[in-house]
């Protein structure tokens, strides 16, 4: 296709910022860093790091980037393909169980289970009701060896095993998203399952939204309701009875809140916060400050190179680079200064709190 036929990246980013014009926040920042198409960020970002800073599930990230590109019009002469093509993105293909992706999923779903039985994966793999990566997978004994061998990292047991069934296995474990590790940990040694009410409590806790947990225990196939409202692991690591358990202590995933806010002398608003583990950071702002500054962006002039501070559903991103030049440890203390007037940002450390160095 002809170069001139290509649209530029203005053209792209104007074209985006129209269709999610009527998007949720959330949303539209998690579709349009996602297409590189964030004037805060420049880059693209990958799916993980803003599935991590944003609480959701890298899926949701990936159908929110996809919803947006294939709703941006391509110009005249240009397929939607074209779209994908200039922002270096591969155009969603046709489910298949011989995509890479689907073999990534089931080694993800063997790593949180275990060893299963080749008819319960086929039933675990239902759940979510063919939506990627969730692809169709063989359904015959020869099929599945063959295609387990081609696409690497299973093991599936002999064929002389009697009269126990077939069973395949994962022979490294695969990184799991941030909404399965969470599952993977609250589950994990509850044979009785834990109660929806103890998940989202521990959801919240973890820095994760209680929708984004009922959506994944609809579709998940880790996952097996074992009684009214209460949800297990699959797999032989929940053979056992047992009663429901709620979840104690909520696995922190390292997530940025602020603590405190306050207004200086200039009328800057103060708000001080934890430094979070995730590279690209994300705080959260509090509620009786939040509507001052929603959807503006503050520019930062200090640091290396100039970058944007963006708010968006409550949030602030965009400083990850600052705090690495800063050198502040996890868990240190910090006050991002934004100046409503001037539209600048600038973020100190705040001596004598958090971690020592």
Do not use: C
């Amino acid at each position: 296709m002809s170069e001139s036929l290509r649209p530029n990246l203005e053209e792209l980013r104007q074209a985006a910022l129209e269709v999610t014009s009527t998007w949720n926040a959330a949303k539209a920042m998690m579709a349009l860093r996602a297409a590189g198409l964030d004037r805060a960020h420049g880059e693209r970002a990958s799916l993980d790091a803003i599935a991590a800073d944003v609480g959701v599930s890298r899926e949701t990230v990936r159908r929110a980037r996809n919803e947006l590109l294939n709703a941006i019009e391509p110009t005249s002469g240009t397929t939607s393909g074209t779209v994908y093509s200039s922002l270096s993105l591969h155009a969603p293909s046709e489910p298949s169980a011989a995509s890479p992706a689907t073999a990534r999923a089931l080694r993800r779903l063997l790593t949180m289970t275990g060893p299963l039985p080749w008819d319960e994966v086929l039933n675990a793999w239902a759940r979510a009701g063919g939506r990627p990566p969730y692809s169709p997978l063989p359904a015959d004994v020869a099929s599945m060896r063959a295609w387990a061998s081609e696409a690497g990292g299973f093991s599936v047991s002999s064929a002389d095993s009697g009269a126990r069934p077939l069973t395949i296995a994962s022979v490294l474990p695969e990184e799991l998203d941030l909404v399965s590790q969470f599952l993977l940990d609250a589950l994990r040694d509850q044979p009785g399952g834990v109660d929806r009410s103890g998940l989202f409590e521990a959801a919240a806790g973890a820095g994760l939204k209680p929708t984004t947990i009922a959506t994944t225990l609809s579709i998940h196939p880790a996952v097996r309701r074992v009684g009214r409202g209460t949800w297990a692991l699959r797999g032989g690591r929940q053979e056992a009875a047992g009663e429901p358990t709620r979840v104690a202590e909520p696995r922190r995933a390292g997530r940025a809140r602020p603590t405190t806010f306050a207004w200086s002398a200039d009328g800057s608003l103060m708000i001080e916060f934890s430094v979070p583990r995730s590279p690209s950071p994300v705080v959260t702002v509090p509620k009786a400050v939040s509507e001052f500054i929603e959807g503006r962006e503050f520019r930062v002039d200090e640091g290396e190179k100039p970058m944007r501070v963006a708010v968006g559903n409550a949030r602030l991103w965009g400083f990850g680079s600052l705090l690495s030049e800063l050198r502040l440890p996890v868990g240190a203390r910090a006050t991002i200064a934004l100046n409503l007037l001037a539209g600048t940002a600038t973020i100190t450390p705040v001596e004598g709190k958090g971690t020592s160095r």
